[in-house]
């Protein structure tokens, strides 16, 4: 009895892997689609200067809707499509589709509309792709200078092939592009890299920052990454500012910029474009 029920046990184990295995090939098939019939798009959250609320970038975060009306999460896609190698046509989608939207924002604003785009480059794209060409070729094809453009890194970028990864890096950053690290925190990298890599922003990771208010752990974290930025002159990026208190708090100890839900959610490029006129119109009157 005791025999059979683990029989039972392994195969229903066995039967899970298969259908956990079977639900990512059915959603890597579905992103293959998804990616040549352009089903994606990028939803643009602001990011802001702490100390004055004014907006300075948006970050360009992918979106899936599929033909069923599914909205599918960058939680479940991104690693799906790390996994499948698929995140190199999808990133030279988002590189594309960002340079796109913001020469159009340049357009509807007459001009240089005043703001960064951040883009999110994933390691497996910086591994398996010739990333620095790609973004060239999207500065070029939309007529943006580099400048206009922050490149999101991971830490697990990296760790994988760190001198590999200081040649991009500096590749990328002759094309006028600003670095910044991503989550930082969260990944398990040695620090010495932070001193010898040409990184401009060090973006705090959310899980240190919602909730600091009430714990002193969390609020020690983020002081300790302030200062170390401060030290090594780089500027920082809270991630998760929802409330106003938070965002005071974060400027008072020296953070540069804020994202959060206190700002706006990621939105439609259409109504990120309203918000920059509006920001636009409001000073130009004062
Ligand atoms: P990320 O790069 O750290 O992006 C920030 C995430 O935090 C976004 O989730 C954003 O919607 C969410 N967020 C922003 N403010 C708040 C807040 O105040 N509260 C809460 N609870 N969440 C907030 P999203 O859009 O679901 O993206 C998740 C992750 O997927 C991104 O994390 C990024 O790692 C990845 N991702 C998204 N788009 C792309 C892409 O085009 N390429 C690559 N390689 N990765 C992407
Ligand atoms: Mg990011
Ligand atoms: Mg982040
Ligand atoms: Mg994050």
Redesign the pocket.
């Known amino acids: 009895v005791k025999g059979a029920k683990t029989g039972r046990q392994v195969e229903s184990y066995q039967t899970q892997a298969f259908t956990l295995a079977r639900e990512r090939f059915a959603m890597e098939t579905a992103l293959r689609r998804a990616i040549d019939d352009r089903q994606l798009r990028?939803?643009f959250?602001p990011i802001c200067d702490l100390a004055t609320g004014a907006i300075v970038s948006f970050?360009?975060?992918?979106?899936w809707r599929d033909p069923q009306g599914v909205e599918h999460?960058?939680?479940d896609f991104?690693p799906v499509a790390e996994e499948s190698g698929l995140?190199v046509p999808?990133?030279r989608w988002?590189m594309d589709e960002a340079a796109r939207t913001l020469r159009w924002w340049d357009e509807e604003c007459g001009g240089n509309c005043g703001m960064r785009v951040a883009?999110?480059?994933?390691a497996i794209?910086l591994q398996r792709d010739d990333i620095t060409p790609v973004v060239e070729a999207a500065l070029i094809r939309h007529a943006l200078s580099g400048d206009r453009f922050v490149l999101?890194l991971?830490e697990s970028a990296i760790v994988t092939d760190p001198d590999r990864i200081a040649g991009i890096m500096h590749g990328l950053k002759a094309l006028g592009t600003t670095l910044a690290m991503?989550?930082f925190g969260t990944g398990y990298s040695n620090l010495a890299y932070l001193q010898k890599l040409p990184i401009d922003i060090l973006?705090i990771?959310?899980s240190f920052v919602?909730g600091m208010l009430a714990d002193r752990d969390k609020i020690a974290i983020v002081r300790a990454v302030l200062s170390l930025a401060q030290a090594l002159g780089m500027r920082t990026t809270a991630?998760?500012?929802?409330s106003n208190e938070l965002a005071q708090t974060l400027a008072a100890l020296g953070c540069t910029f804020g994202?959060?839900?206190?700002y706006a959610?990621?939105l439609e490029a259409s109504d990120a474009l309203r918000m920059i006129v509006a920001a636009r119109t409001a000073s130009s009157a004062s």
């Open positions: 990028l939803a959250q970050e360009a975060l992918a979106r999460q960058p939680s991104i995140i999808l990133g988002a883009v999110n480059l994933s794209q999101e991971t991503d989550d973006k990771d959310r919602s991630e998760g500012v929802e994202q959060g839900y206190l959610r990621p």
